[in-house]
């Protein structure tokens, strides 16, 4: 079988930290898994490895059976198995002062030709796919905005619309919802949740809170020291056990119970296109 995310071996020590140790893990297509862990424990410097934004020291990284990197090289192919996974931050990373639909657009930059890329001449079936990922998102509304005219919630939605653009069959998130206020966080999860649901898009989601991990995910990997100390159903958090695993450190977890159930997110339907999208060159 090939795995979305297959993990074999990966190390990675900065001087004598050892921030991920001969880690493995498998992530089927279609599943979504949490990642969690105290500060330190690894969740960021495991997502960069995954996705080959950094390389490791040993081990191997397999996205839909493809190596990304092996033995502390990026593969030839690298670039192109890169476009099969959105990757989400928690700062948003979007180009602040460009409208929301040509950071959408950008989505699309890893298929078309460079001169076309970079006078912004995307076709339109490009602009509808962009369209067309806002709508999914629920921000069409706002797709001649600047991005930085956009609150956090609305930014990391754009985000979002900017990996289906690019037609990612796995998306990664490094802490998506850290910077978000309750609401916005859970219409993020929604959000990631129902592409799953719908579209198979394969997720893994690092989490400092506990509590989205266990509303959102049925199976949650937690790290302590760089390695995976939990794999398994995310209804075993519980604040004995996340004690048991992280100690003293368990409290920055956020423990269950702190947030709400989450709203189901009803994607929007479509109204006019904004003519931004709907314009083909
Ligand atoms: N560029 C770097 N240079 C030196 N040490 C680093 C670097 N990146 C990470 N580390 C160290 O590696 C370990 C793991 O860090 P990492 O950021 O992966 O943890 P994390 O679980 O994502 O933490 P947080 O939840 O605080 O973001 C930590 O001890 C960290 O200090």
């Given at each position: 079988?090939?795995?979305a995310l297959a993990i074999d071996g990966i190390s990675k020590s900065y001087g004598a930290v050892r921030a991920v140790s001969s880690l493995n893990l498998r992530?089927?297509?279609g599943e979504r898994v949490a990642l969690?862990?105290?500060?330190?424990?690894?969740?960021s410097t495991l997502i960069r490895l995954a996705s080959g934004l950094l390389t490791g020291d040993s081990g191997e990284v397999r996205v839909f059976g493809e190596a990304i990197q092996r033995s502390g090289k990026l593969t030839k192919d690298a670039r192109k198995i890169r476009r099969r996974i959105g990757l989400i931050f928690q700062k948003f990373n979007l180009v602040n002062r460009m409208s929301v639909t040509s950071n959408v657009l950008v989505g699309a930059l890893g298929r078309?030709?460079?001169?076309?890329?970079?006078?912004?001449?995307?076709?339109?079936?490009?602009?509808?796919?962009a369209y067309s990922a806002l709508c999914q998102v629920g921000i069409e509304q706002h797709a001649h905005k600047r991005a930085e005219a956009l609150s956090g919630g609305q930014q990391q939605r754009a985000a979002i619309a900017r990996a289906l653009v690019q037609r990612a069959k796995v998306i990664i998130a490094d802490e998506p919802i850290a910077s978000l206020d309750p609401k916005s966080a859970k219409r993020v999860m929604d959000i990631l949740a129902d592409l799953n649901k719908t579209q198979g898009i394969t997720l893994l989601v690092s989490l400092h809170q506990v509590d989205y991990a266990r509303a959102y995910f049925d199976r949650v990997v937690a790290m302590r020291g760089g390695e995976i100390v939990f794999d398994g159903p995310s209804s075993k958090l519980t604040p004995e056990f996340l004690t048991e695993l992280y100690g003293a450190s368990a409290e920055e977890l956020i423990l269950p119970g702190q947030a709400g159930p989450a709203e189901t997110h009803q994607p929007m339907t479509r109204n006019d296109a904004p003519a931004e999208l709907t314009r083909a060159h």
């Open positions: 079988m090939s795995y992530i089927a297509p969690i862990g105290a500060s330190g424990s690894g969740k078309i030709s460079e001169l076309r890329g970079t006078f912004g001449f995307y076709c339109r079936a490009d602009r509808e796919a």
